[in-house]
């Protein structure tokens, strides 16, 4: 059974939710870059929200199906079709053998994710299927996918049941204009105090050098102290560092375990999700929130997801 | 323990601890201060992560079972308990073959040239020094080993290499490190090791942990090809 790639999109790959508690041996979490649509596609086919899943990137890929299986697409829509006919987003479509899923590109958003009702057979490192680039593990070969090559896919272990009817209230809107929830960083006190304000007040831009590592943002300088001795320190997806050019960048999921710029930002968890999804040009606006604050939040949304699981 | 040791423990996100040190005893070796006390909270099975840098550690907790300010009570009486010369006992050596030549020492040629000494000279210079680990990071497994010889530091390289062999041992400032897996590096490439720096088969599968020295042994060609069969 499987499923072959006629072509790849720009950067598909394969992610599950990622390997967790290998940090101090400088591997990073990985995993969906935005994980909240990610287990949002397996919650629909009734799958364990940890299933392997296909990550797509501005374009998604071409896909023909050798054997029946369910399939959902959530995350940015880039206008699926099944045999050139339009099929919704957030919902369980049935496909059938020679079936062809094609995708396009997106205008809102940056990544999809297609869920399967079969296991997607891939190589697991530390515990997680998800594929890290950088150093060329886990997913097939490490690799993103490649046209002509096949996945193979098992029948899911675990009983599934797939929804009938979606709540979509729970995929996250789409816009090119983010607004992201923020705590103060440890080097928060490293930026002039001119800036402090500044970088809550203004909008910022999405470069195109922007990846799973991290997104780098333009536009607007944040002033840091002249002179500071920083040495090598822990980091975490989310952290926004700013080097002394003064262009942030948040770290994503494949970011490195240890840096070296001032810290001067933390994206709260509960929005975490939403940098996954920021694409080159989109503008990014932060709002500065108190750190218990934001672990009410993460409580909040903990509760929802546990309450469907 | 004495109280010549000042703990700093702040929020760095909503599940995160950053461990730091307000005030620490004169000529306190910072680095293997943090590697050793993350190595002795990593034993204590409390903690989702805990990751050391330089001068800090973060410590991840699980939030949905210990309420912040337990974790902060929590990791403030481990790491007051935490003795830093009971721990610092002899650590084991790993001695790792490496076979030095232009084959595999991308850089080697260079290196020679700006420095003015031979190969021999260098593959002496990196081989004679038991390494300490420093730090692991920047690579799954790549751990930063030091201090290396002054008459071999050089910069790193201006443009990183895209896809470096995996076991490629570099250099860069104060440090030498093996890369474990393949990608992209900016360091110094002066030889390769024939072994296995990741085993997917062991509980811990990197070869290389925080409470080890590392020495590099020469090898040849013939013993560096004989290791792969």
């Not at chain 1, 299933?51 to 369910?70: A, D, I, M, R």
């Amino acid at each position: 059974m499987g499923i072959e790639i006629i072509s790849s999109g720009l950067q598909t790959t394969i992610q599950d939710l990622g390997r967790v508690g290998w940090r101090h041996m400088g591997v990073p979490e990985s995993g969906g870059a935005d994980k909240i649509s990610l287990k949002l596609a397996n919650f629909i086919l009734g799958k364990p929200f940890n299933s392997p899943v296909l990550e797509c990137t501005l374009t998604g890929p071409t896909l023909k199906f050798s054997s029946p299986y369910s399939v959902t697409i959530t995350g940015a829509d880039m206008n699926p079709k099944i045999n050139n006919k339009e099929v919704g987003m957030n919902q369980v479509i049935e496909v059938e053998p020679k079936d062809i899923l094609s995708m396009d590109n997106c205008s809102k958003g940056c990544r999809s994710y297609i869920a399967f009702s079969e296991d997607i057979l891939s190589e697991d490192f530390l515990g997680s299927a998800s594929t890290y680039l950088p150093a060329k593990l886990g997913g097939i070969e490490g690799l993103p996918l490649k046209e002509g090559s096949v996945i193979n896919t098992r029948p899911c272990k675990s009983e599934t049941n797939s929804l009938t009817e979606v709540d979509v209230n729970l995929s996250i809107g789409f816009e090119n204009e983010w607004n992201i929830r923020v705590i103060k960083g440890p080097e928060f006190n490293l930026i002039k105090e001119t800036s402090r304000e500044i970088i809550f007040s203004s909008i910022f831009k999405v470069s195109n050098d922007s990846n799973r590592m991290g997104n780098r943002l333009i536009g607007v300088k944040v002033d840091i102290s002249d002179n500071i001795q920083m040495v090598s320190c822990p980091m975490a997806p989310g952290t926004i560092q700013c080097p002394e050019n003064g262009l942030p960048i948040v770290l994503g999921c494949d970011s490195q375990t240890l840096g070296g710029y001032p810290r001067i930002l933390q994206i709260a968890a509960t929005d975490l999700h939403l940098i996954g999804q920021l694409r080159p040009n989109d503008t990014v606006s932060f709002e500065k929130i108190s750190v218990d604050q934001a672990r009410k939040e993460l409580m909040k949304q903990n509760s929802l997801f546990n309450y469907l699981q | 323990m004495s109280n010549v040791y000042r703990f700093n423990i702040s929020d760095f996100s909503e599940d995160l601890l950053l461990v730091e040190l307000d005030q620490a005893p004169e000529h306190l070796n910072f680095s293997s201060f943090f590697l050793s006390l993350s190595t002795y909270l990593r034993k204590k099975l409390d903690w989702v992560e805990v990751v050391a840098a330089e001068k800090s550690i973060a410590v991840k907790y699980d939030y949905l079972n210990i309420t912040d300010s337990k974790a902060k009570e929590l990791i403030l009486s481990q790491v007051k308990e935490f003795d830093f010369k009971a721990e610092s006992k002899t650590k084991p050596l790993l001695r790792v073959p490496v076979y030095y030549s232009d084959e595999f020492g991308l850089d080697i040629e260079q290196i020679t040239k700006t420095k003015s000494i031979t190969i021999e000279e260098l593959i002496n210079l990196h081989s004679n020094i038991e390494y300490e680990v420093k730090m692991i990071g920047f690579n799954p497994g790549f751990a930063y080993l030091g201090d290396l010889d002054e008459k071999l530091r050089i910069p790193r390289l201006s443009k990183p290499r895209i896809n470096i062999l995996p076991g490629s041992v570099g250099i860069a400032e104060n440090r030498t490190g093996i890369y474990p897996f393949g990608g992209p590096g900016g360091w110094n490439i002066v030889g390769r090791t024939p072994i296995k720096l990741f085993d997917e088969n062991k509980e811990n599968p990197f070869l290389i942990k925080q409470d080890m020295r590392v020495k590099f042994e020469p090898i040849t060609k013939k013993e560096f090809e004989s290791f792969n069969k």
